[in-house]
């Protein structure tokens, strides 16, 4: 129940911005500094457990400061008393009290948002999400590209269609399934389809502008806002949803790579991600963001991941309960998210900012906790180590669960909660690594794309089960694979038997041109080895062969390739 003291924000009143807020409740860049804490109320511990007050519950004080002017705004009044209780005023203090928190309806709309029934094919689903505009964008880049490098070499070049693009994608999705160490082999067994697939598409290098200056996601920036917008268009989470931070495995040379130890990958991309975590829908991804180094602002960058997503996913003021691991939770963060309706559920570090530090628990099953008059608890409960608690949805109330070898065992309530809430992003995860379409790459968005390919495939997979369907991934990926292989091929123009252009040039494409010699490259400009790129090694060489138009190392490389059993 709303208190009478926080009045009812209408449609059309303002709404207190998020950087004043968050700006004004922490000071530093970290949350997890060791800065002096507010100190605790001692008389605290000499209050009896007796049911509080209407007046202890509100969010908002009653001091005199806070008193309603007739010719102040609105949306001010409420947005100065609000703060007048943040974590960091007077006004918050941490009690001997249970908690009761701030209870909110739900008046969300999830479920699938585009035209889609239960008898839909993986293909229809999957097409809500890779639309005709991305693939007419990839086609249209890949040729521009094409026309404005190097327009003078005399290999031959056939524009790409958006049919060969879907093949192609779904052939990724059948490496993914069944390894191979070439694409090429990848087509073999599907009848009408040639041998070989060596043309590859490519997102542009060019943009207009300063682009490439401001935005460090340039190349792909088209390609993310497509899909992000068809990820929080297609399909709307349930009440809870989690956040959290994934890596994307890259060992190149990118500026904003990041090493984290706790991850498998260990260094890579990393990627914030809001997910559904319950239902059938469990793990789809609603709203992502690809961290691309430190932002400037008075926000911590744990708080600006949590409110950019859920802003950006329209999330805010619609009672969603949101679960966070202890990098986001902060007492700063789960109250602006009270102000904006929103439940949050989170394991704690207790050295952050406002946090009380008088729980205690000594024996296992032991449990502490605090609350505040804002319906914040901090609870604290011995397992094999001490687990700490925030949450602004739940009570210290401890409930009977079973464990794996069958006895029963006494945990509290949001602990519970957050093992099942937090599994969103993990199985998120899970489901896209089982069958990667993901390859070694020296260039960081060829890598970025097909992570963001398999996020839109486990998505369709996602709203394919939440239609009613029981299918798994595996056999979901195949009959999606097909399905895209064979509607599109026969739109691809037919080719001689054996398939298309080989890497390697053909004896005839040689004659009566220069002999192939050693020369230096124009310019002497640094250029790729071709021979050490297709293995996968980064070598730059000043020399070149002018028959065959390639880079090629002086020593080693320069015979291999002229040695082929095809070259004369």
């Avoid at 207009?208 to 268009?233: A, Q």
């Avoid at 602002?297 to 999330?315: H, I, T, Y």
């Avoid at 990098?327 to 946090?355: C, D, E, I």
């Avoid at 996020?455 to 195949?478: M, P, W």
Wanted: charged fraction near 30%; charge should be positive.
């Amino acid at each position: 129940m709303e208190s009478p003291n926080h009045p009812e924000r209408g449609p059309r009143e303002p709404r207190p911005s998020t950087s004043t807020f968050l700006s004004e409740s922490s000071s530093s860049e970290d949350d997890d500094t060791g800065d002096e804490l507010i100190p605790n109320d001692d008389s605290a511990s000499d209050i009896d457990y007796e049911a509080p007050s209407d007046d202890d519950l509100d969010f908002v004080s009653h001091s005199l400061d806070s008193t309603f002017d007739s010719d102040e705004p609105l949306s001010v009044h409420v947005n100065k008393t609000w703060n007048s209780n943040a974590p960091g005023t007077p006004d918050f203090r941490w009690r001997r009290r249970e908690n009761v928190p701030r209870k909110y309806s739900f008046s969300g709309t999830p479920g699938v948002k585009v035209d889609l029934a239960e008898d839909s094919s993986p293909l229809a689903v999957y097409r809500e999400f890779i639309t005709d505009e991305l693939i007419d964008f990839i086609v249209e880049e890949t040729n521009r590209l094409r026309r404005r490098t190097r327009p003078d070499r005399r290999r031959r070049w056939t524009p790409i269609t958006s049919a060969e693009l879907h093949v192609y994608l779904g052939l990724r999705l059948l490496m993914g399934i069944n390894k191979k160490p070439r694409l090429a082999f990848t087509g073999r067994g599907i009848q009408g389809w040639p041998c070989q697939f060596s043309r590859r598409p490519c997102l542009a290098r060019e943009m207009r502008g300063n682009l490439k200056r401001m935005d460090r996601l340039w190349k792909l920036r088209e390609v993310i806002t497509i899909l992000g917008d068809r990820f929080r268009k297609v399909f709307t989470p349930d009440r809870h949803i989690s956040i959290d931070e994934s890596l994307w495995k890259f060992r190149g040379r990118l500026s904003f790579r990041t090493y984290n130890p706790s991850k498998r990958a260990r260094f890579g991309i990393k990627v914030y991600k809001l997910s559904a975590s319950d239902g059938p829908c469990a793990g789809y991804t609603a709203v992502f963001k690809i961290y691309t180094g430190k932002e400037q602002g008075s926000l911590p960058s744990s708080q600006k991941a949590v409110v950019d997503l859920m802003e950006e996913g329209d999330f805010f003021w619609k009672g969603y309960t949101v679960f966070v691991d202890n990098w986001y939770t902060s007492p700063v963060l789960f109250h602006f998210l009270q102000s904006r309706k929103t439940g949050a559920v989170g394991t704690v570090r207790l050295n952050r900012r406002h946090m009380t530090r008088d729980l205690k628990v000594r024996k296992r099953g032991d449990v502490d906790s605090r609350s505040s008059p804002t319906g914040m608890l901090a609870l604290s409960w011995m397992d094999v180590k001490q687990v700490n608690m925030l949450s602004t949805v739940h009570t210290s109330h401890t409930v009977e669960v079973l464990r794996r070898g069958g006895s029963m065992v006494s945990k509290p309530e949001c602990v519970v909660a957050y093992n099942d809430g937090m599994k969103g992003v993990d199985l998120g995860d899970q489901l896209a690594q089982s069958y990667p379409s993901v390859r070694r790459s020296l260039k960081w968005y060829k890598k970025i794309f097909f992570y963001i390919y398999d996020l839109a495939t486990v998505n369709s997979h996602s709203v394919y089960k939440y239609l009613g369907n029981r299918c798994e991934q595996i056999d979901f990926r195949l009959d999606l694979a097909m399905s895209i292989i064979n509607s599109f091929l026969p739109d691809i123009e037919p080719y001689s038997a054996r398939g298309r252009p080989s890497t390697l040039p053909s004896p005839s494409r040689f004659q009566g041109r220069t002999a192939h010699i050693v020369r230096e490259t124009p310019g002497r400009k640094y250029r790729r080895c071709f021979l050490c790129y297709r293995a996968g090694r980064r070598k730059m060489t000043r020399t070149v062969c002018p028959a065959c138009e390639v880079s090629l190392c002086t020593y080693g490389c320069f015979e291999k390739y002229h040695s082929q059993k095809h070259l004369t």
